[in-house]
């Protein structure tokens, strides 16, 4: 079992800055790599960026692209998410998500675990 805790939602004002936190506790071990998505309604989840454990390689949506960073402390089990000069376009609930390696699994497909959803609201 992997259990994810969000938190650093809020609101704020455009061009403002906000950071994320996703805390991971459990079979921690099991994790390749971890992401960020959000929703809005009336829109399907999207990919915001992700990182690897090992490697930390990353990969961004090019809505986020120079605004956001994302980094981990695999010491901590924690995930970040520096949001910089935000848009209302920003507006969604974010949530956390981990990839579990398949080599855990007998059948050898991996798993994915989400967290709750934090609001991030974008307005002046």
């Known amino acids: 079992q992997l259990q994810l805790v969000e938190s650093g939602g809020g609101l704020v004002q455009p061009g403002g800055s906000l950071r994320l936190s996703c805390a991971a506790s459990g079979s921690t071990f099991k994790i390749d790599a971890m992401g960020w998505y959000r929703q809005t309604p009336g829109k399907e989840r999207e990919l915001v960026a992700t990182?690897?454990?090992?490697?930390?390689?990353?990969n961004y949506a090019d809505s986020v692209k120079g605004r956001f960073t994302i980094s981990r402390d695999n010491t901590k089990n924690t995930m970040y998410l520096q949001m910089n000069s935000l848009k209302p376009e920003d507006t969604a609930v974010y949530y956390c998500n981990a990839q579990a390696s398949g080599i855990y699994f007998t059948n050898g497909v991996g798993a994915s675990y989400w967290g709750q959803g934090t609001q991030v609201t974008v307005s002046s």
């Open positions: 990182i690897t454990t090992v490697v930390g390689s990353t």
